[in-house]
């Protein structure tokens, strides 16, 4: 078993920055790929940004070029820096985990509590 632990989030104005962590318990080939999904209330789970342990990085593209994701290997820590806030990314933030970078959320197999994010207009 992983557990993933997300740090971060919460009340930000339209613009702002913010940044989510999320620690794994132990590296094991299911942390292969670290990512991000969001659930914004009465819509489904979306994918927002994952990251492999190579570093090879994929995006949503209403996130892009305003999200960035990185990872610690050592730490086993992947972290989600959101720049350009907008009200639409409100919305509670998983931390997965899993073997492949997919965008679909049956591909990961570890998930987190949730983080919430709230952007004022």
């Known amino acids: 078993q992983v557990q993933l632990e997300e740090s971060g989030g919460g009340l930000m104005q339209a613009g702002g920055s913010l940044r989510l962590s999320c620690a794994a318990s132990r590296r094991t080939f299911s942390t292969d790929v670290m990512g991000w999904f969001r659930q914004a209330p009465g819509k489904e789970r979306e994918f927002v940004s994952a990251?492999?342990?190579?570093?090879?990085?994929d995006y949503t593209d209403s996130v892009k070029g305003r999200f960035a994701i990185s990872r610690d290997n050592f730490k086993n820590t992947v972290t989600l820096q959101m720049n350009s806030l907008k009200p639409e990314d409100t919305a509670i933030y998983y931390c997965?985990?899993?073997?492949?970078?997919?965008?679909?959320?049956?591909?990961?197999?570890?998930w987190g509590q949730g983080t919430q994010v709230t952007v004022s207009s």
């Open positions: 997965a985990a899993g073997r492949h970078l997919k965008r679909t959320a049956g591909a990961y197999e570890y």
């Open positions: 990251i492999t342990w190579s570093g090879e990085s």
